[in-house]
């Protein structure tokens, strides 16, 4: 894992989240779980069987959608829904992240209108 220095608020909360999840992936309850690169639409319909995965259900389509299939309808939600929601204390990091995927969009082919 490659950490970021811990310069600001910023920096110190990310190699915190980072850290977090590391700790969480290296858990004994998972050591015996497959990563998987893909979830079928069959085995995501399967999974409405179980209580409370309707979010990670969508989470994966919505992901499906906006980075490997690039619908523009599902970029925008993601865009203008969850990427550059404000938070209280990470408004500039939020916005700079933003601005990275638009030009990266923008070096993708999208136009930018306004």
């Given amino acids: 894992m490659a950490m970021l220095e811990d310069r600001g608020a910023a920096g ?7 850290r ?14 497959t990563a998987v690169a ?3 639409e069959r085995t995501l319909g399967s999974l409405h069987r179980y209580r409370h995965t309707e979010p990670l259900i969508e989470f994966v389509r919505s ?4 980075i490997d299939l ?11 829904t969850q990427l550059l929601a404000p938070a209280s204390n990470d408004t500039l990091f939020e916005m700079l992240a933003g601005f990275e995927l638009v030009d990266a969009l923008i070096a993708h082919g999208y136009e930018q209108k306004f």
């Fill in 12 to 18: 110190a909360r990310i190699n915190d989240v980072c």
């Fill in 63 to 66: 992901a499906r959608e906006a």
């Fill in 38 to 40: 893909y979830l079928s």
């Fill in 20 to 33: 977090r999840a590391n700790r969480l992936l290296n858990h004994a309850k998972l050591t015996d779980v």
């Fill in 70 to 80: 690039l619908h523009p309808e599902r970029l925008q939600s993601v865009i203008t």
